[in-house]
């Protein structure tokens, strides 16, 4: 089991940048597959970002070039760098884990992009 808690969520203008960073409760060395998602009002969840316990990461489209994930295992935890942003990326970013096929989610930080 892990329990994740996100933070460094706000409001920022477009083109500004923020970072988000999951704490995990346990050591995530072993943790096959962690990942950033994100919801906005009215629509689904959807992936932002995943990065696996080797280090390989993978995008979104809509968040290629200006995001990067990053994961620190002495400190057990998981960022998200963005930058670029813009009023599209306002939404709920969740962080997410699987262990042993289980999945695991933290409450989420709200991200606001807007002038």
């Known amino acids: 089991q892990v329990q994740l808690a996100e933070s460094g969520g706000g409001l920022v203008q477009p083109g500004g940048s923020l970072r988000l960073s999951c704490a995990a409760s346990?050591?995530?060395?072993?943790?096959?597959?962690m990942a950033w998602y994100r919801q906005a009002p009215g629509k689904q969840r959807e992936l932002v970002a995943t990065i696996a316990s080797g280090g390989m990461t993978n995008y979104a489209d809509s968040a290629k070039g200006r995001f990067t994930i990053s994961r620190d295992n002495a400190k057990n935890t998981v960022n998200l760098q963005m930058d670029s942003l813009k009023p599209e990326d306002t939404a709920v970013y969740y962080c997410?884990?699987?262990?042993?096929?289980?999945?695991?989610w933290g409450q989420g930080t709200q991200v606001t992009v807007s002038s």
């Open positions: 997410y884990a699987r262990i042993n096929f289980v999945n695991y």
């Open positions: 346990r050591s995530i060395f072993s943790i096959d597959a």
